[in-house]
């Protein structure tokens, strides 16, 4: 009874330690297990990479950030959350995280009818994981997306682990794709933000230098 007592209290003063209060739920023995069947088979090319414990944590109960192996897991799975990508259009041409929205800044504040449920969760990230992101993620759980994290270490860590990419595609047809150059007649230049089919035509969302977005941007709008 006493070594349990001083097991407890050692547990106590770690958990407090290092800030897992999240981390500390107690999980009756083998509740886990009964929940799921255990896999047929595992390929180990689709774990996710643990370098130096870095990405591992923070884990799914933490209140602000997601770290990348967890987002990694969820990405392979299929079951990967809402993710923004904050990035100006010029460094997301390169490669996004794969089901990306590009919403550069702080433009989801004005583009909340693109979001999901709020009961959905909704990963936000820029290129390093800064203040940037964080601030957003926070703003968005205070309107009530209860769910949305911050990436830990941004799309720069992401990509230095070698985690799955998407290189945004134009549809077939459309002239110009994310990050080109443009310039919108009457408006200004500005860079392409995005890229749909109306039909069979396609349509820009530019986000020009002055900050601003131009939404429904037809081909014939734009110049090279």
Request: proline share 7%.
């Amino acid at each position: 009874m006493i070594r349990d007592r001083l097991k407890a209290a050692v547990k106590k003063v770690a958990i407090k330690a290092f800030g897992m209060e999240w981390e500390a739920e107690d999980i009756p023995e083998n509740e886990a297990l009964k929940k799921r069947a255990a896999p047929a088979t595992i390929d180990p090319s689709v774990i996710p990479k643990v370098v130096d414990g870095s990405g591992d944590t923070p884990g799914p109960k933490h209140l602000e950030k997601i770290g990348r192996t967890w987002l990694a897991s969820q990405v392979i799975s299929n079951v990967s959350p809402f993710i923004i990508d904050t990035r100006h259009p010029k460094e997301c041409a390169g490669g996004t995280l794969p089901g990306a929205v590009v919403l550069p800044g702080e433009q989801v504040k004005s583009r909340l009818d693109l979001l999901p449920g709020k009961d959905i969760r909704v990963t936000v990230y820029d290129q390093t994981g800064s203040s940037e992101s964080d601030h957003l993620a926070t703003w968005l759980r205070e309107q009530g997306w209860g769910l949305a994290r911050m990436l830990q270490g941004g799309y720069a860590e992401w990509l230095e682990h070698g985690e799955p990419i998407a290189t945004p595609q134009p549809p077939e047809g459309a002239k110009y794709h994310l990050g080109n150059p443009v310039e919108v007649k009457k408006a200004g230049r500005g860079y392409v933000q995005a890229v749909a089919l109306e039909g069979s035509k396609a349509v820009y969302s530019v986000l020009l230098d002055d900050g601003t977005v131009k939404l429904g941007v037809k081909e014939k709008e734009l110049a090279g």
